[in-house]
């Protein structure tokens, strides 16, 4: 009889607890699970076509990941926990990183998931309410998912290859962000009014509300003998320990 080899794993908890997901996507339960490394995982990281399309980190945690999910389903916050994961499983929870010409370490076991203030969530909908603070206008905006972000790289690089001076990404990722305007859900309306009618402030401040609202992990990290906050810089290392 064959013996079957099991390959430890771990339970990961999502920052959004699940709540952006329809109740009918295992990925709603706010727990994933996903398995640690192994050489076939090296296998993925050192895949040079991987590394090229720049697909090897997707292809990685998607390796790593047991749960039956659809990877792209997953919103960045929560795609950024299952990279720190993916990091643990893999070479263990020492970071070692430079700032400012110092040597820091950290334990990426050790951090939180962000606090998010459930209030605003409508669990089993990825949509949200926001009033433009210049222009006064109520629009509702989602958290880009893996399906959106694949979209909006492929429109911007569409656009490129007609004219490569061109450089649309914050509009661009506007027009997939943003939901409704003034209860207008035309995909029409939205670009118009992103093209055409969106503040340079109200941009910036939708952008920072998000910023400090939607679920992620908190890689605040504080340097020895500083009370100056910094954020844990995520470099080839993270993946690539040997990289120098």
Do not use: C
Request: charged content about 25%; proline content about 5%; cysteine-free.
């Amino acid at each position: 009889m064959e013996n079957k080899i099991n390959v430890p794993t771990e339970i990961v908890e999502l920052p959004s607890k699940g709540l952006v997901y329809p109740k009918d996507n295992p990925l709603s339960s706010g727990k994933i699970e996903m398995k640690y490394m192994t050489a076939k995982e090296e296998d993925i990281l050192t895949n040079q076509s991987y590394i090229q399309k720049g697909i090897v980190l997707d292809k990685l945690m998607t390796s790593l990941i047991v749960s039956k999910i659809n990877y792209d389903d997953l919103i960045v916050g929560d795609k950024n926990a299952v990279m720190v994961a993916s990091r643990v499983l893999g070479y263990g929870k020492e970071y070692k990183f430079k700032y400012n010409n110092e040597h820091h370490e950290v334990d990426l076991s050790t951090l939180d998931n962000k606090i998010i203030n459930e209030e605003l969530f409508t669990p089993g909908v990825n949509e949200f309410s926001f009033t433009l603070p210049a222009s006064q206008t109520p629009i509702t905006f989602r958290l880009l998912t893996g399906h959106e972000e694949k979209k909006i790289e492929a429109e911007i690089n569409g656009m490129k290859k007609v004219n490569s001076n061109i450089s649309a990404e914050l509009s661009t990722r506007m027009k997939y962000i943003i939901t409704s305007v003034n209860g207008d859900r035309d995909t029409k309306t939205i670009r118009e009014y992103v093209d055409t009618a969106l503040l340079a402030r109200d941009s910036r401040a939708l952008r920072d509300y998000i910023k400090t609202t939607q679920p992620d992990v908190d890689l605040t990290f504080f340097p020895l003998g500083s009370n100056e906050p910094i954020s844990i810089p995520i470099g080839l290392s993270f993946f690539w320990p040997d990289y120098e």
